[in-house]
């Protein structure tokens, strides 16, 4: 074990990058000291923390090389002695049919020799919860609420029983409302209950934060929890840790302001759609003019465009696009090329704004997010104050003399986001 960590606590896996914030943020304001760091590092970690979040980008990678990142993190975390881990995945539960959810929880249980873990992307406070093993997304059904547009993982079906069955060789049971609203003793009569019945994962329904502060002492002795980042808050109590301000305090803001987008879903949607209706300078980018080699060229455009306008306030660059116009771009250059050549572009964008002197960046979209840190060679961030509900500033002290970044998951934050943002830093 690391000396400098011995008191780590809490040990993460996040399968992208904005969905470690999101867990980093949820940790942060119930009293965690939190670093995020941005794959799997290269050597023991310096600062004395209670929670280490490590942010994949395995979200969409094959089931074996996602399994493979999540075992090196695993192996680094336990390195760190870390003394429960945790793998955290989106609050729409969303991957491939194949995975990734089910295959790296598997692998993980073997490597920890753990017969039982919980599974439940509930998060309350952005409208995602659990009932009768159902997903739910604000008042309708997961399969209901856009994400069955998702450009790669798109979600038809919101029975997590099934779904998670589908990926798993281990039994999949659930532990409905009535029992988690019982508290722990009944929570984990019912756990000693199904593994008794060789279930080895269990969905879990959590309709509210009480739900989820239930739930928290439950799972003290489990080696791995599995789970959106909702079950985080009811975890640091069961290390003796309380609320603090001093947690999320970052440096002082500065520099310019930009906002880059890439997510296409309905909630980003509405936020590019509020930005330019405030009367804020935006630029899209059309997937299909990236194509033949153009990208580099756009890319400069992009910039000479924004150069003499970012002194007068935050600029927008989006690729967001409603679910028809997304699948027209992928059925001309296929679902990963179109992808991974707006991710190219984006960062390389994001790269540009940095060097004009953006020092507060707002990120838009999981995948872009992981392309816009990799970009700017970003490898530890600095977990700050929140914006919306599992979006809080970060702060990247290795990124251009330090910049502050925010990576919002797509469907998360209000219509106001891009531009109520930056008034946190303020």
């Not at 780590?8 to 999101?22: E, N, S, V």
């Not at 390195?79 to 995945?89: E, L, P």
């Not at 928290?216 to 309380?242: E, H, Q, R, W, Y």
């Not at 880059?260 to 405030?278: E, L, P, R």
Request: hydrophobic share 45%; glycine share 10%; net charge negative.
């Amino acid at each position: 074990m690391n000396a400098t960590n011995k008191g780590l606590k809490l040990g993460c896996i996040a399968d992208d990058f904005t969905g470690a914030t999101d867990l980093a943020n949820n940790l942060v304001r119930a009293g965690m000291r939190v670093v995020q760091t941005i794959g799997v590092p290269d050597a023991p970690l310096a600062a004395e923390v209670d929670a280490v979040v490590v942010a994949l980008k395995s979200r969409t990678l094959p089931a074996a090389e996602a399994i493979a990142q999540s075992l090196a993190a695993l192996q680094w975390l336990q390195a760190q002695g870390a003394q429960q881990i945790y793998f955290k995945y989106c609050s729409t539960f969303d991957s491939t049919p194949e995975g990734n959810i089910g295959p790296v929880t598997e692998a993980l249980m073997d490597a920890l020799k753990c017969d039982f873990t919980i599974a439940t992307p509930a998060f309350p406070d952005n409208g995602r919860t659990v009932f009768k093993g159902y997903l739910f997304a604000g008042n309708v059904l997961l399969n209901e609420s856009g994400m069955q547009n998702h450009p790669l993982t798109p979600m038809t079906d919101a029975n997590l029983v099934r779904v998670m069955q589908a990926q798993t060789k281990r039994q999949v049971g659930l532990i409905d409302y009535k029992t988690v609203a019982q508290g722990e003793a009944a929570i984990r009569e019912r756990i000693q209950a199904l593994r008794s019945e060789g279930v080895g994962v269990a969905i879990v329904d959590a309709t509210s934060n009480a739900d989820l502060l239930l739930l928290g002492p439950a799972l003290k002795d489990m080696a791995l929890v599995t789970a959106g980042s909702g079950v985080a808050i009811g975890l640091p109590a069961n290390f003796g840790l309380t609320p603090s301000l001093q947690a999320s305090q970052l440096p002082a803001a500065m520099g310019l302001q930009a906002v880059v987008s890439g997510s296409c879903s309905v909630a980003t949607n509405a936020q590019v759609a509020h930005f330019k209706a405030s009367g804020r300078p935006a630029m899209a980018i059309n997937p299909a003019s990236l194509m033949n080699g153009q990208s580099d060229a756009l890319v400069q455009q992009v910039l000479a465009w924004a150069a003499p306008l970012l002194k007068d306030g935050p600029v927008l660059v989006y690729s967001t696009a409603e679910p028809e116009a997304v699948k027209q771009v992928q059925a001309q250059l296929g679902v990963a090329e179109a992808g991974a050549l707006v991710e190219h572009a984006l960062a390389a964008v994001a790269q540009g704004l940095v060097d004009l002197g953006v020092k507060q960046l707002v990120v838009a979209g999981g995948e872009t997010s992981g392309a816009c840190v990799q970009a700017l060679g970003i490898a530890q961030l600095q977990i700050g104050p929140q914006i919306d509900p599992g979006v809080p500033w970060c702060h990247a002290p290795s990124a251009a003399g330090g910049v502050h970044i925010t990576l919002k998951s797509g469907n998360f934050g209000t219509e106001d986001f891009f531009t109520k943002a930056f008034t946190v830093l303020a």
